[in-house]
């Protein structure tokens, strides 16, 4: 029998497992059937909390809900923060390592603050051929690789049809790519939809695809920091940064991480 503790980001939700006696060790077959929504408790993905070492607290582990491993994920490292405090008793500043890199948070009531790994690779006005027309597209790695695609209204997108054809364009393969449409909503503000690569389908928030958007809103719009961002479920998301041209760093992102059940499951 697995225990585990149901949590949410901005509805982003994952299964999340206190692994620091290093005694779970999951294969992609447990995992989907774990994060699938009928036969298993339901999750966008796992997340392992174990321990850490050179120097960080603890060390994340980030399962999508297809059983593949992914580098980074903003809404659950907010969860990991939080599930972290109240397991292992984690002080309200935490450090973790993640493949992204060292990530530290700040647990601020039921929000958490993430100071995020510096964003590489930006590329502004991508140009691509999708369904036989030529579209512009911007692409960051936030912690992982993100497309973003401005859009005049993000409610009328086919976000899993368009989504999935970037998602798999022969541009970002073999490892593909996020896919986020953005609507500016104000000079500082802008709504956005994801369509999550593992996941293969849109979900309710993604973190890093949050900071993703706000960081070409900002190089694009010419601004600085914060932007707020409201995403799929209809929570709201802030990212700081410091910009300098098109380079960023000091990347932060606030949002909420709560809990909702705990329990236990065969595998």
């Known amino acids: 029998m ?7 980001g901005a509805g982003n939700d994952f299964v999340m497992i206190d692994n620091r006696a290093g005694e779970v060790r999951l294969e992609p077959g447990q995992i989907v059937r774990i994060c699938d929504r009928h036969r298993g408790i339901g999750a966008d993905g796992i997340l392992l909390l174990e321990k850490g070492s050179n120097g960080a607290d603890f060390r994340m582990r980030y399962y999508n809900r297809d059983g ?5 994920c903003g809404n659950g490292a907010r969860c990991f923060a939080r599930f972290a405090n109240k397991v292992a008793k984690a002080p309200a ?3 973790f390592q993640t493949p992204a890199g060292l990530i530290r948070g700040q647990l601020q009531g039921e929000l958490v603050r993430l100071q995020m790994s510096d964003p590489k690779d930006l590329r502004l006005n991508v140009a691509l051929e999708l369904d036989g027309e030529d579209a512009r597209v911007h692409y960051v790695n936030s912690g992982v690789p993100h497309v973003v695609v401005p859009v005049a209204r993000v409610d009328v997108v086919n976000v899993f049809d368009r989504g999935s054809a970037i998602r798999r364009h022969e541009m970002f393969s073999p490892a593909g790519a996020n896919v986020n449409f953005i609507e500016k909503r104000g000079p500082q503000s802008i709504l956005v939809r994801t369509y999550e690569r593992g996941v293969e389908d849109e979900t309710l928030a993604c973190g890093t695809g949050v900071v993703a958007s706000a960081l070409i809103f900002a190089a694009t719009e010419k601004i600085n920091g914060p932007v707020d961002v409201v995403v799929r479920s209809g929570s709201e998301l802030s990212v700081d940064f410091k910009r300098a041209g098109d380079q960023f760093t000091n990347v932060t992102l ?14």
């Open 2 to 8: 697995l225990r585990f503790t149901k949590m949410n």
């Open 68 to 72: 593949g491993e992914a580098e980074m």
């Open 254 to 267: 606030t949002g909420p991480a709560e809990f909702a059940f705990e329990g236990t499951i065969e595998i």
């Open 93 to 95: 500043k935490i450090s």
